[in-house]
């Protein structure tokens, strides 16, 4: 027999999956989950009404077998189920007014003591949204602070994210929009392999439930109350990521977004949530780190992040060709530095963003100077 404020809870969270607040209400007025399942079904009505569906739920024996069952499955397949009245679930969750009832966990993430950073995005992303998000997240484990990165795991900059913190030696959580047994999309199924034993795969869905609309909503309320701040990489003007900017400005967290060319389409929802003062821009690693006031460590023993890294050959090149010749297109400059497009672009946008140059009409840049 399991502990039985671990099955109540599991009984309590099939039941109000989609009404976290509803469950959230109730553990706040009994302190618990099974002091529910200790009221008869006369109790519940004079406490609640009538009206409630949830009554015959709580007073029927069938919930709670079925919540011992689930966890035995979980059991059985290395699955963590970390209730809310864990110290293990995650302080950020527990504080909002709409935390799940419990996590299922797929690997071994720790979520309290430890740096939580969420990057979301548009599933379509340009070549140079792709790029910045790695160097973004190359950047923050170069700065030494190791943050784990959080994400959904969907197509587009969710993977790069996870992929980019992988590769840089960075813990990653991948929250889904279906129970953890069951990798969503199914397409990045190694890639979630290697997320459970470099940080973990999370949900707050029982097994079998299927991949609802409003699941991938429920889920990126998750995403953004975990992390300290929600950095948005490429968005159209409505999307995904951008609900989760919305909770996570809800939860009274920091935003970021990465600024894009004005009438780019998949930029247009990161330049409105500058523009709004509902993201801050994001420039380098040391701006971003400063602002959520984590301390930084000696210059001398750790290389400072930039957003764009290795760029002050290529900044020189650039300055060079300008104050010979004005007014230059990207291509120009591509044939007349040497540098690649990608590379180009991120650079100038830094340059542009530093004010070391300005965009003319018709994508000519000059020099402050010129």
């Keep these: 027999m399991y502990e039985k ?63 011992e069952k689930e966890i035995g499955m979980a059991i059985s397949e290395g699955i963590r189920i970390i209730p809310i009245s864990s110290v293990d679930y995650p302080a950020g969750l527990k504080g909002c007014a709409d935390p799940p009832a419990l996590l299922y966990v797929k690997g071994n993430a720790l979520f309290n003591n430890k740096r939580i950073i969420s990057v979301v995005g548009t599933r379509m992303p340009t070549k140079y949204g792709t790029e910045c998000c790695r160097k973004i997240i190359e950047s923050l484990a170069e700065s030494g602070f190791n943050p784990t990165i959080t994400s959904g795991l969907a197509y587009g900059i969710d993977v790069a994210a996870h992929m980019a913190a992988l590769d840089a030696g960075l813990d990653t959580i991948a929250v889904l929009p279906c129970n953890v047994n069951r990798v969503y999309p199914a397409s990045h199924i190694n890639i979630a392999h ?87 821009i994001f420039t380098t690693t040391d701006s971003f780190t400063d602002t959520l006031g984590w301390e930084r ?14 760029t002050d050959i290529n900044k020189e090149k650039i300055i060079v060709a300008l104050n010979y010749e004005s007014g230059l297109t990207r291509d120009e400059l ?9 590379m180009l672009s991120a650079t100038l946008l830094e340059m542009e963003l530093e004010g070391t140059i300005i965009k003319l009409p018709g994508e000519r840049y000059c020099t402050i100077k010129s």
């Design 5 to 67: 404020e671990l099955l109540c809870t599991v009984a309590i969270n099939s039941i109000f999956c989609y009404r976290p607040r509803l469950s959230n209400t109730l553990l706040e007025e009994f302190g618990g989950f099974s002091p529910l399942f200790e009221l008869s079904h006369q109790d519940l009505v004079k406490r609640f009404g009538k009206n409630y569906d949830f009554l015959e739920r709580i007073c029927d024996n069938k919930t709670l077998k079925e919540a």
């Design 194 to 280: 290697k997320i459970t034993e470099q940080g973990a795969l999370i949900s707050e869905f029982p097994r079998g439930t299927e991949c609802l609309k409003v699941n991938f909503v429920q889920r990126n309320r998750i995403i953004a109350a975990l992390s300290e701040a929600t950095l948005v990489i490429e968005s159209a003007e409505r999307g995904g990521a951008l609900i989760t900017a919305q909770f996570a400005h809800s939860y009274s967290r920091e935003i970021f977004a990465l600024p894009g060319r004005i009438g780019d389409l998949r930029s247009k929802g990161c330049n409105n949530l500058i523009a709004k003062n509902i993201a801050s």
């Design 297 to 310: 460590r000696s210059r001398q023993t750790i290389r400072q992040g930039k957003l764009f890294l290795d």
């Design 334 to 342: 591509t044939t007349k530095c040497g540098i690649k497009l990608p």
